[in-house]
């Protein structure tokens, strides 16, 4: 799921999928990224600074390997097992892994939920899996949700990714309760607008503002989608929808139902989800586009999302170039749940884009890694430049799949 969003540094609450370096395009500026002001592993995708985001898009990158038949290398797994805690919670990034955690290391539920869906689908660490699926349950909020940082009022984004890391293993989110009987599916029908709000029916917020109302979020009600459904960051299709309007229900299917009417009614307008940072409300959220239509895909079928993906098909590679690993995932992610080829979109292998990012895998299915070579020069985003981030410091007060690239996470 999606980590986002401005030229500088930006504060703001990431989940899945927003937590992907996000970009904006804008004509003119430098398309260079910048040099990362911590040392980046040998072990981790990516290249730019890892502060904010090291674990989240290490995590992203092995999801969507594993949906084409991936296997990362062998460091590239120690990497993200070695950033574990004692206690079985994550952090952001730990740049000396060697030193134990203690009060002060800012472990998340987001970085947290993203590792174990990780390890889950790369195999062979069970333990980590169930240390961190400790943790989660350990900091789980009295409303049945989660917060971003252990103790923080819930919200719908880090809600839905510790959803998805419990599917993984092997768990139900409906059967893991807070002392009051609470689960997250509970934390998320209580953040869903009703159906009787017109055309923002069925939407979630990412969090009541300080008056408890709620504001329709589109980064929070994709995430909120496949937390309802389960499928954590990688999704599969769904079945053809029936009728499609919003249902007024609170279980998780109609959570997941209503949130997806929400979302196709947003894609129609323009095909593609506008940001909702300040400044760049013209400008298309790439990754927030690809976390709805996975979205879409996996509760109600392709029917509605074949126009939106051609879109992202088009537009989105050179944002992805640009972000890096969590974006190509993204895009992976959208890919698979709508049953298209992810070495081949518009011409550009996803999966051999990613795994270039990274130490070079264990093994890969034949088709990966430049068996399908296309000429990707072409793959500029139409000659625009980028706004980047070098990272997100998820705690602000923005509230917009998740992820670095893909999510804002919290309400504008």
């Not at 986002?4 to 395009?25: N, P």
């Not at 509970?186 to 953040?191: F, G, I, Q, R, W």
């Amino acid at each position: 799921m999606n980590i986002r969003r401005t030229a500088a540094l930006v504060a703001a609450t990431v989940v899945i999928g927003a937590v992907s370096a996000q970009a904006a395009f804008a004509d003119g500026a430098d398309s260079a990224s910048p040099s990362p002001k911590t040392a980046v592993p040998s072990g981790l995708y990516g290249k730019t600074d890892p502060t904010y985001d090291g674990v989240w898009r290490q995590s992203l990158a092995f999801v969507a390997q594993d949906t084409a038949g991936v296997r990362p290398a062998a460091k590239a797994v120690d990497w993200l097992a070695g950033q574990q805690c004692a206690d079985g919670g994550f952090a952001a990034f730990r740049a000396d892994p060697g030193k134990a955690c203690d009060a002060k290391t800012p472990v998340d539920s987001n970085s947290t939920a993203a590792a174990v869906q990780a390890l889950a689908a790369v195999g062979g660490r069970d333990e980590a899996v169930t240390k961190g699926v400790g943790w989660l349950k350990k900091n789980q909020n009295d409303d049945g949700g989660w917060g971003y940082n252990p103790g923080g009022a819930s919200d719908a984004n880090s809600t839905s990714v510790v959803l998805g890391a419990l599917a993984a293993a092997g768990q139900q989110g409906a059967d893991v309760t807070s002392g009051r009987g609470k689960s997250g599916l509970d934390a998320l029908a209580a953040l869903a607008l009703p159906c009787s709000d017109g055309k923002n029916g069925g939407a979630l917020a990412y969090q009541p503002d300080k008056k408890g109302k709620l504001a329709p979020n589109a980064d929070a009600t994709a995430a909120g989608v496949l937390g309802a459904l389960g499928s954590g960051f990688a999704p599969g299709k769904g079945k053809a929808p029936g009728a499609y309007t919003c249902d007024g229900g609170k279980s998780a299917d109609d959570l997941a139902h209503n949130g997806a009417v929400y979302l196709q009614n947003q894609l129609s307008t323009h095909l593609y989800l506008k940001s909702q940072l300040a400044g760049a409300e013209d400008q298309p959220d790439y990754g927030n586009t690809a976390d709805a239509v996975a979205a879409v895909a996996a509760a109600e079928g392709i029917k509605y999302t074949k126009d939106p993906y051609a879109w992202l098909e088009k537009n989105a590679k050179g944002w992805a170039a640009q972000s890096g690993p969590a974006a190509y995932a993204q895009l992976i992610f959208a890919a698979h749940a709508t049953g298209n080829d992810p070495h081949d979109f518009g011409g550009t292998d996803l999966v051999g884009a990613l795994n270039k990012t990274g130490p070079a895998p264990a093994s890969a299915d034949s088709a990966d890694d430049g068996a399908k070579k296309k000429d990707d020069k072409s793959d500029d985003g139409g000659g625009l430049g980028t706004w980047w981030i070098v990272g997100v410091m998820f705690v602000a007060a923005v509230g917009a799949g998740f992820l670095l690239s893909g999510r804002k996470k919290q309400q504008l």
